[in-house]
Structures are given as C-alpha cells and as structure tokens.
C-alpha cells in the first residue's frame, strides 16, 4: 500500500529559528513529490521534487529529493509568524492511473 | 499559475439532501481532476480521481453510490454527496493538474480550488 508520512506531525517555533520538515514515502511507480502551504483553505503549492539532490530554493524556503533513501525535506529558514500554517507532502505515482497521495502534514506554529 | 474554481465554498444542509459541489479549472483543461477529503487537523484523504468522458475511479472504502462523480468536460468535475447524513460532514476540495504532456516539468503540478465545508444537520 502506498504511503506518505510526515514528521514531526507539529511544531512550534520561535521567530528566527529555522526549521526541517520530514516526508518519507514508500510508494509504487514514484513520479514526483511535491510540497504545499495549507493556511485556512486551499493548498497552496511550494516545490516540485523530481530529481535526487537537486535542492530547489524560493527565498527562506527550500528543500531536497533524495530517491535512494526514499525521503525529502523542507527547510524553512529565519522563520516568520507568517509561516505557521500545515505543510503538506504529496507523492505522484503512475500505479495504473496518475494521484497523488498526501502525508499526514506538519503543523507548524511561529512564536512572535 | 492555473486557477481551479469551488464552489460552493460552505453548504449546511439536512439530513437525506444530496448536495453538489463543483469544480471548474478556469484558464486550463484538465482531463484529470481529484477529489479529497479533509477533517479537521487531518491530511487531505483521496477520494477519487474523476476522468472527462469517462467512469471515475475511486479509492477503497469510499462509496460510489454515496459520492457521484461527473466529468462531463474538460474544465468541469462535480462531485454530488446523496442522501447525506451527518457523518458526511467534512471539508471537500478538488485539485486538477495542469498537464502541459511530455515529460515531467514545471507546469505538471497540481492545483486546489478553495474548498467546501459541508455540514449536514
């Protein structure tokens, strides 16, 4: 069974600090992994992962594939109260037809 | 980036109604949309994957008759919740990839509409 699991499931953080959220899968058919902001509603999206190494960056944000020990990470660093929010993890898969499966997602929380 | 449409963005309704709530992707066309379930403090739970022009697929565990899926176009997926009780209660939201074909690039990436709160009395 496919699966997508993400740690820590919460967190909570001082402004300043930087933070590394986990996503490990174990699926079939592995296309690509990608990371969403979820605040109140919609997710919003942040990286597309298709490459081991390759480190994508967006401003504090970043974050890695690595295929062989099957995980990636996200880095959030100089952490704003504006970050709080559940950072999801999604892996695509091809298993007959394309979805996508979520983990569990990170809550975090940015002290002032 | 693409724009997927939800609407409606909250329904209450009573119990043994049938709701329906749509999904349209605005600026692409998206053969392939998803529906999710959310709970709250949960992750986003795959219902089914919907396919223009053809019978959705759904996940294990997940009625058919309950949640009916039409794809009827290329930027249309509706999801209807029969007979609905309060146990299907819960935050539902559609995604739709923008697949722009060949191989994986940046515009293959999934995109959310804004959600529905459904609360059935």
């Known amino acids: 069974e496919d699966k997508v699991v993400q740690s820590p499931l919460s967190l909570v953080v001082h402004e300043g600090d930087t933070v590394t959220l986990n996503c490990s899968y174990e699926?079939?058919?592995?296309?690509?992994l990608l990371w969403y902001k979820q605040e109140k509603k919609a997710p919003t999206f942040l990286f597309m992962l298709?490459?081991?190494?390759i480190e994508k960056k967006s401003g504090r944000l970043s974050s890695i594939l690595d295929k062989k020990e099957l995980f990636s990470i996200l880095n959030i660093t100089a952490t704003q109260t504006g970050d709080s929010a559940v950072y999801l993890c999604?892996?695509?898969?091809?298993?007959?037809?394309?979805?996508?499966?979520f983990g569990t997602g990170t809550r975090l929380k940015v002290l002032a | 980036g693409a724009v997927v449409s939800q609407h409606p963005s909250r329904v209450i309704c009573k119990s043994g109604t049938s709701v329906k709530i749509e999904c349209r992707s605005l600026?692409?066309?998206?053969?392939?949309m998803f529906w999710y379930r959310q709970f709250p403090k949960q992750s986003l739970m795959l219902m089914a994957t919907?396919?223009?022009?053809?019978?959705?697929?759904?996940e294990q565990g997940v009625e058919k008759d309950k949640f009916l899926i039409n794809h009827a176009s290329l930027t249309l997926s509706t999801l209807t919740v029969t007979s609905a009780h309060p146990e299907d209660s819960s935050f539902y939201i559609c995604?739709?990839?923008?697949?722009?074909?060949?191989?994986?690039?940046?515009?293959?990436?999934?995109?959310f509409g804004s959600g529905t709160q459904l609360s059935v009395l």
């Open positions: 995604s739709a990839r923008d697949w722009r074909g060949g191989s994986i690039g940046e515009g293959e990436k999934l995109f």
């Open positions: 699926v079939t058919n592995f296309r690509s």
């Open positions: 298709t490459s081991s190494g």
């Open positions: 999604a892996v695509e898969t091809t298993s007959g037809t394309y979805k996508y499966i």
């Open positions: 600026d692409f066309q998206a053969t392939t």
């Open positions: 919907s396919n223009e022009g053809s019978k959705a697929t759904y």
